[in-house]
């Protein structure tokens, strides 16, 4: 694996009601826009890269973090769609719907994985998919304050139940969502005025929802499932006044893309012959119960920019590693997943799965004590990494430590052996000593003489380095480096 190369979109991770205005689409000039793609690239290039770039954009229904784990309607597909092209997948964040086209068409990413309506006008810049779903668009709006205290009747009576009341009434949406063109529309088929307000700032469809929530904006327009799954959480929203009729939800590709547009039609089209789609639809749109403890939990990356309750401990270890801590938090995850009860088949236990004898040498007394688990582990990782000293990169050197802890400093040694040997530099991780490291199960391989710690299965620490760091691009992108940061760092990984 080359590396991670990141683009990080600017998220303000505060709520809606702490960013900025909303600004009239009246009192502003048009904006430049691209009508269609700036370079080629299709499925050869993407695949010679070895990578799927999908752009998309942080909600709680389509890309989020929650306990640790990377979540989400579009994330869970787009995964299967990256490892059915056998394609390493990298998410591109936009700050909101209206930069999504333009990032596409300029070639910071492949796919818009987002709940894209097909429209004629956007059939003009972009390329759909088949659809995956169908919905209608919904009027959001707020109920009475006191409507616990009303019946259904008097709660209609003090809401928009037709569309013509609309007339002479604002109504805020992203300039460029299908919710403007269909505002648009409206007014032609209503014969009337209806005040279009367009929204300026980092705003995605949620932040939108709650500005109406809280009485900063009287309506908005939603996606019908996605306006009901966030009723949920805010029960005195309404959504039941439709704006459209049934519309199709696809993601966009560059309309130079012909062959990964046919790569990504087949693979929709078995998605929804094998049941998993369908489970997918429901985890994010229709179990309600389930989107309301994760958008109430403290570990739900929208809400605390926290990964787990030892995210303190966690800070503190990776101190004193000089490392970032959201790395070391990636590597907790991937041992224990936060549990530090957990113990393996091998007797390994707490939070960094430390054996029995290392816990000795280390002079832990309680292996699941958290604070005791954790600062040991990272003494021992400190330990690894100073070995590793001649190593340049810190990057690569952290993978070598990494992997090293999985299975063993020898084993490292090693695999750098046999890299310098096939004529690799054994200093780099990826592309070099790792490829060693995965055959050192092959008896023709750890049979050679410069073997002295003998055979291993080296696709387990490959695997095990590479999933760190996957999911430690996650946790940058979607947690801040300190607490009191509102931005995420767009550094890049290497």
């Not at 997948?89 to 700050?95: G, R, T, Y």
């Not at 333009?102 to 709940?115: K, V």
């Not at 070995?387 to 050197?397: G, S």
């Not at 490959?462 to 691009?473: G, K, Q, T």
Request: aromatic letters at 12%.
């Amino acid at each position: 694996m080359r590396g991670l190369l990141i683009f990080v979109a600017l998220l303000f991770l505060n709520t809606a009601c702490d960013q900025g205005k909303i600004g009239s689409s009246r009192n502003r000039g048009p904006k430049a826009e691209l009508t269609g793609p700036t370079l080629e690239r299709d499925l050869a290039e993407i695949q010679a890269d070895g990578k799927l770039k999908a752009i998309m954009v942080y909600s709680s229904t389509t890309y989020f973090l929650y306990r640790g784990e990377a979540m989400g309607y579009e994330y869970e597909l787009l995964k299967r769609l990256a490892q059915d092209l056998g394609l390493e997948l990298e998410i591109v964040l936009a700050n909101n719907i209206d930069e999504v086209f333009d990032m596409l068409n300029r070639g910071e990413g492949d796919i818009i994985a987002y709940g894209l309506t097909i429209t004629e006008d956007r059939k003009k810049l972009i390329t759909f998919s088949d659809y995956l779903y169908t919905t209608h668009q919904a009027l959001v709006q707020r109920k009475p304050r006191n409507w616990r205290r009303l019946n259904r009747d008097q709660i209609d009576r003090k809401l928009v139940r037709d569309v013509i009341d609309l007339i002479g009434d604002t109504v805020h949406v992203h300039r460029r969502s299908s919710y403007y063109e269909r505002m648009l529309h409206l007014q032609e088929e209503l014969g009337g005025n209806i005040n279009i307000d367009t929204i300026i700032g980092d705003y995605n469809i949620e932040d939108v929802i709650k500005m109406v929530v809280d009485g900063k904006i009287k309506y908005a327009i939603a996606d019908y499932n996605v306006a009901s799954i966030n009723q949920t959480f805010y029960p005195i929203l309404d959504v039941e006044t439709p704006v459209s009729f049934s519309q199709r939800i696809a993601w966009g590709l560059r309309k130079n893309s012909p062959e990964l547009e046919k790569e990504v039609n087949r693979w929709i089209k078995g998605m929804r012959k094998n049941g998993t789609y369908a489970f997918i639809y429901k985890k994010y749109y229709v179990h309600k119960k389930s989107y309301k403890r994760r958008v109430q939990s403290e570990f739900y990356s929208k809400n605390s920019g926290q990964i787990s309750k030892y995210d303190d401990l966690i800070r503190r270890a990776a101190d004193s590693l000089s490392w970032d801590w959201r790395l070391l938090a990636s590597q907790v995850y991937q041992e224990s997943r936060f549990d530090p009860q957990s113990e393996s088949w091998a007797g390994a236990g707490g939070l960094m799965q430390i054996m029995p004898g290392t816990a000795n040498d280390l002079g832990i007394n309680n292996t699941y004590d958290p604070e005791q688990n954790l600062m040991a582990a990272a003494a021992y990782l400190k330990d690894i990494f100073d070995k590793f000293e001649t190593i340049p990169d810190t990057i690569q050197r952290i993978k070598f430590t990494m992997a090293a802890y999985n299975c063993g400093y020898g084993h490292l040694l090693d695999a750098q052996r046999l890299a310098a040997q096939a004529g690799l530099d054994s200093l780099q991780f990826d592309d070099a000593t790792a490829l060693w490291l995965r055959k050192m199960g092959q008896y023709k391989v750890y049979s050679n003489p410069i073997v002295r710690y003998g055979p291993v299965r080296g696709e387990e620490p490959f695997r095990y380095v590479r999933d760190i760091f996957l999911r430690y691009a996650h946790y940058r992108q979607l947690i801040p480096a300190r607490p009191s940061d509102s931005l995420v760092s767009s550094a890049e990984l290497r």
